[in-house]
T-cell receptor, first 110, second 111 residues
Framework: NAGVTQTPKFQVLKTGQSMTLQCAQDMNHNSMYWYRQDPGMGLRLIYYSASEGTTDKGEVPNGYNVSRLNKREFSLRLESAAPSQTSVYFC?????????FGSGTRLTVV | GENVEQHPSTLSVQEGDSAVIKCTYSDSASNYFPWYKQELGKGPQLIIDIRSNVGEKKDQRIAVTLNKTAKHFSLHITETQPEDSAVYFCAATFGNEKLTFGTGTRLTIIP
């Protein structure tokens, strides 16, 4: 039982490049989330999806887009990466409150 | 929206002693309060949670207390062990969605 799987685990981008972070869960959860984690700032919500076919902005959505491809998959896209997007990104899924997190993607934008 | 403050940001305790981490929240409607443990290089993992209809919950060496009137909740770890060293996050939400997290506490257990 894999839980929440994120790919890639590490990525280095040049400013202006684009990329998509992938997330998949095998727990049949309805809700999925993307957070970023920066030192001293905890986990901040970028986007979330309460159910298949719906997405909503979180606290820090600027510079990102998301796609809820199906119930299992929720991807995060950076169209034009900026150094301010250097961070660790976590995907999570939930059902009735308890979140299950993936192991994270460490992204560096140079 | 909800705002969660967490203290302290770092905490060192001797092995075997107790550790307490405190959080306050702003939205009186919040009714679900989980705690997560994050080990180095891993994602946060749920360790205990409490809902607003109870004041305390225990799971072996870990307990959480909730004071709805004062809008604060605390994590208590007793008989600390080296494997308790990690970063701990509190969170709050209403209706089981969109958790708002505190900024984290780095707990170090001194052998």
């Amino acid at each position: 039982n894999a839980g929440v799987t994120q790919t890639p685990k590490f990525q280095v981008l040049k400013t202006g490049q684009s990329m998509t972070l992938q997330c998949a869960q095998d727990m049949n959860h309805n809700s999925m989330y993307w957070y970023r984690q920066d030192p001293g700032m905890g986990l901040r919500l970028i986007y979330y999806s309460a159910s298949e076919g719906t997405t909503d902005k979180g606290e820090v959505p600027n510079g990102y887009n998301v796609s809820r491809l199906n119930k299992r998959e929720f991807s995060l896209r950076l169209e034009s990466a900026a150094p301010s997007q250097t961070s660790v990104y976590f995907c999570a899924s939930s059902e009735k409150g308890g979140y299950t997190f993936g192991s994270g993607t460490r992204l560096t934008v140079v | 929206g909800e705002n969660v403050e967490q203290h302290p940001s770092t905490l060192s305790v001797q092995e075997g002693d107790s550790a307490v981490i405190k959080c306050t929240y702003s939205d009186s409607a919040s009714n679900y309060f989980p705690w997560y443990k994050q080990e180095l290089g891993k994602g946060p993992q749920l360790i205990i949670d409490i809902r607003s209809n109870v004041g305390e919950k225990k799971d072996q060496r870990i307990a959480v207390t909730l004071n709805k009137t004062a809008k604060h909740f605390s994590l208590h770890i007793t008989e600390t062990q080296p494997e308790d060293s990690a970063v701990y996050f509190c969170a709050a939400t209403f209706g089981n969605e969109k958790l708002t997290f505190g900024t984290g506490t780095r707990l170090t257990i001194i052998p």
